[in-house]
């Protein structure tokens, strides 16, 4: 059952050791002369206004979780997917319960306006 | 397969990868260029083809910059996350009977940890940058990203339901009698989106919109710190064309007078392409437009389409194998 990951970890090293050597190949050829104007932030020309480490839109905040419900709720889904033949009619019954509930939730953010991003 | 056999196929599938990702530049560029009525890089070799290594030495040559009040780690190891989970990818990918690296029975999810894992590069570069446009454009593809995750999953369980498994070589022999497409063909448009806004590609490709954005989160990135971002891109784009192949298009099946691998590789080179025309015909929208898209369209359509697979499923199957 491992042995079948054997193959990945080694790909994992290999493709990691790839990685590292593209970057250090950039990093060794690519030297450059540093002066004052290269060393800021790009902006277009303009002086950096402010620091960037700012505060941002809440809505960002809220997609994610919205995003971390969903995934649990395939959570679900998954392992119900692959056994359909062994759980059946009462599979599909189980799954309407727990999708109608899942989409009362989605009705309700949805008039909220959780959806909208105006 | 022994270690030694593993680890050629394995480096020879990378080397191969690298190759296809840095000449897929040039036929992108070609092919743009055609649909767009113009020449495109025709100069270096025949046809231009050499451009495309021409391109390599020279970002192979430019200056290795990191921003001073850059998060230094950070913002060297985003763009090689990016590049080494979409080699990753392939690692599950079968090209033809036997021809897979490792053959998971759990390999629908693996490619789904690995795109789950390549928003973390985006993140990373956008916060690690220290510029507003950078954090801007990476906040906007990670919103993105983990939205049209949640599809991407959803459209492919009426596939699993099919198939009875996520092993990528089951679910290709389970299309023996009829290609995934015909049964699944909402799945099939939910996920070509998704996989869409998953690689950022026109027309999803707000996180880089320039004209707004200069270029989104990897604005900062020069070299080949910027050369793995655009390698990702380019190694997505394949990968999900062959997951694409695989899932609903019968993988390497097809008449006898070609051989599996030819197949596979013909029909991942089309979907390639069409990504490619899709560039070159469609325009981008707004980015409300494509949160609102994802939640109010895709979401319950992918949901309808499971539904409606998971009870004729049940339904046509013999009562023998049902409820047993």
Known sequence: ?118 | MSVVAMLFFIVVLLFALLAAAALLTWVERRLLAWWQDRYGPNRAGPFGILQAFADVIKILLKEDWIPPLADKPVFVIAPAIVAVTMLLGFAIVPLAPGLVIADLNVALLFFFAMTGLSVYSVTFAGWASNNNYSLLGSLRTAAQMISYEVFMLLSLVGVVILAGSFRLTDIVDAQRGMWFFVPQFVGLVVFFLAAIAETHRLPFDLPEAEHELVAGYHTEYSGMKFGLFFLGEYLGMMLSSAMIVTLFFGGWLGPPFLPPIVWFLLKTAFFVCLYLLLRAALPRPRYDQLMGYAWKFLLPVALLNIVVTGAIVVATRSPAEVGS
Do not use: H
């Open chain 1, 1 to 118: 059952m491992l042995a079948n990951y054997l193959p990945i970890l080694i790909f994992v090293i290999v493709a990691a050791g790839l990685g590292v050597v593209l970057l250090g190949i950039g990093f060794v050829l690519g030297r450059g002369q540093k002066d004052q104007e290269k060393l800021s932030a790009y902006e277009c020309g303009f002086e950096a206004f402010e620091d960037t480490r700012n505060r941002f839109d809440v809505r960002y905040y809220l997609v994610a979780i919205l995003f971390i419900l969903f995934d649990l709720e395939l959570a679900f889904f998954v392992p119900w997917a692959v056994s359909l033949d062994a759980v059946g009619l009462f599979g599909i019954g189980a799954m309407g319960v727990f999708l109608a509930l899942l989409v009362v939730g989605f009705i309700y953010e949805w008039k909220k306006g959780a959806l909208e991003w105006d």
